[in-house]
């Protein structure tokens, strides 16, 4: 099945910094790949996406980048603020699955953004 | 979007005992995913429930252990039979065809927070 490995487990950075969180995957065929943030005792929430036919996708402060190549995939937050900090975790399709409601998620990192 | 209930929010529970979480969607969905989060861990999915049919578990999740129930499209219900410690963990329901629109999102609901002692 798909195998997803995610670092740093812990990041923490300045208000106004930027994050970096990386995710690899195993499945070359996987085509779908979103970021959820966890709100400390709240639901995990899609923050940003990317499929395989783009390499890189902005949402204002979040940008999402994938090289297939190396199958990996990464998170970017710029200018950080302290209700950025929560656990975000990287998912990606089981392996060979059509359903995108089926996912691996990564180990999770938790952002600490200090003021 | 799509807004998914679930019941209870949290419980303690004694060994041995089971529990039924419920979960309604606002929405007529095909799938409903039950998903794990033990604590201060990431999110497993223990299976998927389909109307009509059996649910399909993924590997580490039995039926006996986990019963599923989707009596029609908007609910669903898990359960966690013969508890014990290491059942500890929040219970997440999940969508992603609110409406029928798959846009990729998974929706979740708020979560069952059970605590086995």
């Known amino acids: 099945g798909e195998n997803v490995e995610q670092h740093p487990s812990t990041l923490s950075v300045q208000e106004g910094d930027s994050a970096v969180i990386k995710c690899t995957y195993s499945d070359s065929a996987s085509n779908y790949f979103p970021w959820y943030k966890q709100e400390l005792g709240k639901r995990p929430q899609l923050i940003i996406d990317i499929r395989s036919n783009v390499g890189e996708k902005k949402d204002q402060r979040i940008a999402v980048t994938l090289n297939k190549t190396a199958k990996h995939f990464s998170l970017h937050i710029t200018e950080t603020q302290p209700e950025d900090s929560a656990v975000y975790f990287c998912?990606?399709?089981?392996?060979?699955?059509?359903?995108?409601?089926?996912?691996?998620f990564g180990q999770g990192t938790i952002l600490t953004v200090h003021p | 979007s799509a807004v998914i209930s679930q019941k209870p929010s949290r419980d303690i529970c004694q060994r041995g005992t089971s529990l039924t979480i419920q979960c309604q969607v606002d929405?007529?969905?095909?799938?409903m995913f039950w998903y794990r989060q033990q604590p201060g861990q990431s999110l497993t999915l223990i299976a998927t429930a389909n109307q009509g049919s059996e649910a399909t578990y993924e590997s580490g999740f039995v039926i006996d252990k986990f019963p599923i129930s989707r009596p029609n499209l908007t609910f669903s219900t898990l359960t966690v039979s013969n508890m014990s410690p290491e059942d500890s963990s929040i219970y997440l329901c999940?969508?992603?065809?609110?409406?029928?629109?798959?846009?990729?999102?998974?929706?979740f609901g708020e979560g069952s927070r059970l605590t086995v002692l």
């Open positions: 998912a990606a399709p089981f392996a060979g699955g059509t359903s995108y409601g089926k996912l691996t």
């Open positions: 999940s969508v992603n065809t609110p409406s029928g629109r798959n846009t990729g999102e998974l929706f």
């Open positions: 929405s007529q969905v095909t799938m």
